[in-house]
Nanobody, 118 residues
């Protein structure tokens, strides 16, 4: 079992920045993907950014050029640097770890609130 602990959410004005962190409780062996998802009130959870153990990263179109995902495998931690925040970025942000392969587990963090005021 792996626990994911997120931190770094909060309240920020539009145009500001926040950095989210997600630490896994232990090292993850094998191919995996760590990503950030978000869910706004009344909306479905959506992928924000994802990074694979080989180093490839993908982003939702809505955050390209503003958000950067990175990972430190020595610390079992993934980060999301969020710049030029907009009110529509307001959501609960969740960290996810997906071990790649058939019938491999997926883990979720508890979520951290990000609120962007206009």
């Amino acid at each position: 079992q792996v626990q994911l602990v997120e931190s770094g959410g909060g309240l920020v004005q539009a145009g500001g920045s926040l950095r989210l962190s997600c630490a896994a409780s232990r090292s993850i062996f094998g191919l995996n993907a760590m990503g950030w998802y978000r869910q706004a009130p009344g909306k479905q959870r959506e992928l924000v950014a994802i990074t694979f153990s080989g180093g490839v990263a993908n982003y939702a179109d809505s955050v390209k050029g503003r958000f950067t995902i990175s990972r430190d495998n020595t610390l079992n931690t993934v980060y999301l640097q969020m710049n030029s925040l907009k009110p529509e970025d307001t959501a609960v942000y969740y960290c996810n770890l997906q071990v790649l392969g058939n019938n491999k587990p997926s883990y979720w963090g508890q979520g951290t609130q990000v609120t962007v005021s206009s």
